[in-house]
């Protein structure tokens, strides 16, 4: 147990470090304010979120450790997951040099919406985790494993991806960059060829996936997909 709890706080504090490298060597000061905000959006939930998970559900935490593409078994997945981590990285630095550039003209009060698009992409994140303590970081079948159907999981398929998709494209715009948003059209692909990967080994491999499938329609916005 205690050794989870080292690699989650490790892979925080990892990230942390990372991110703020990659909004401010590139202005090259810390006065940004908007940059500020973003990383407490970002860090103070995610913090609380892995806090209650370590708490209530070691187990849900060391699947969600797994994320990476190190730690997928598909060559195509592989590929996904490298893809997403450079355009997630690619989210920060790319605002950073708009704002060291000028390139966007942004109204605070569009960066304080991107900071509360990324407060609910994580309340969405949360709703999951309550309900689905088996929701991995990589694509997988559990043992005991059951189809979960409710919270979220009632409204659209694949809940996980809607929430860090609004929260992704939150980033940006709390960053201050229109230009910034555009990062996430090919992230947005990404996720798009994971989630139709995921939906076929899940049919394969989850006794009443298919049932499910005839229930919930909607894949990651209700009414349009």
């Known amino acids: 147990m205690q050794d989870l709890h080292r690699k989650s706080v490790i892979a925080i504090a990892r990230t942390l470090v990372i991110l703020a490298a990659a909004l401010f060597v590139p202005v090259w000061t810390l006065r940004w304010w908007q940059a500020w905000a973003c990383l407490a959006a970002f860090f103070v939930p995610a913090c609380l979120i892995t806090s209650w998970v370590a708490m209530h559900d070691p187990a849900l935490l060391e699947r969600r450790l797994k994320a990476g593409p190190k730690g997928e ?125 995921e939906e076929k080994f899940l049919l394969a491999r989850l006794s009443g996936y298919g049932e499910y499938r005839q229930t919930v329609k909607y894949r990651l916005a209700p009414l349009v997909w």
């Open 73 to 197: 078994k598909e060559k195509g997945q592989k590929i996904v997951q490298a893809i997403a981590s450079l355009v997630f990285l690619a989210d920060f630095v790319i605002p950073a040099f708009d704002h060291h550039y000028g390139w966007s003209r942004v109204p605070a009060y569009a960066s304080i919406a991107g900071d509360l698009m990324m407060l609910v992409g994580f309340w969405i994140t949360f709703a999951v985790f309550r309900v689905n303590s088996f929701t991995s970081g990589i694509i997988e079948v559990a043992e005991g494993q059951r189809v979960v159907s409710t919270g979220p999981y009632a409204i659209v398929r694949h809940p996980l991806y809607s929430g860090a998709l609004v929260m992704l494209f939150g980033i940006p715009l709390a960053l201050g960059s229109w230009w910034g948003l555009l990062v996430n059209v090919p992230l947005t692909a990404a996720i798009v060829w994971r989630l139709l990967d």
